[in-house]
């Protein structure tokens, strides 16, 4: 009976921090949910976040995981009960993150496979998400506007994009990898 119960008590916070597939997109941006979180958003009130996404270390075929910070933001919004009208999420990629915009036919001839980041993008444009790309990065990277991905905005620059989205009460996430 002893070893019943510390088995169940080892099992306890497995329990209590399951991780859900995602809402936004089901294979990536998985939440673990705990009962009764010490902090949570709060409903009926807006929230807005532009996602600083500059960086790709991931290889060709792999989506950059950078983006699934923005899916998992969403997926934890939505699961602790906030409408999507309160959501208002922008992101801009710049510097090697460029190439995430790409349609699939310029990152065929690139890299020997379709994008990886497409379904993901498609996804939080669905969502509502504004999606910008920094026109000094892509163009500096010797990309042709016939390349971008359809949906995606073009900004002068990210600094530009961030600042003008900061202003508008926007709070800045630097993405991580």
Known sequence: MKKITFFIL????????????????????????????????????????????????????????????VIKYLNTSLEQGISNEYLKVAVIFHGTATKNV???IAYNKLF??????????QRLK????Q?????????GNVYELKDKSPGIKMAYSA??????????GYKIINSYQ
């Open 10 to 69: 080892l099992l306890t916070p497995i329990v209590n921090f399951a991780q859900k597939s995602g809402t936004i997109l089901e294979k990536y941006g998985k939440v673990y949910s705990t009962e009764k979180p010490d902090t949570t958003f709060e409903n009926e009130k807006e929230y807005k976040v532009i996602f600083d996404i500059y960086a790709d270390q991931s290889k060709e075929e792999e989506a950059n995981p950078q983006i699934e910070a």
């Open 102 to 104: 790409l349609n699939d």
């Open 112 to 121: 020997n496979a379709d994008n990886p980041n497409t379904p993901l993008i």
């Open 126 to 129: 669905d969502s509502g998400v």
């Open 131 to 139: 999606i910008y790309v920094d026109k000094k990065s892509y163009f």
């Open 159 to 168: 600094m530009a994009a961030l600042n003008r989205y900061e202003s508008d």
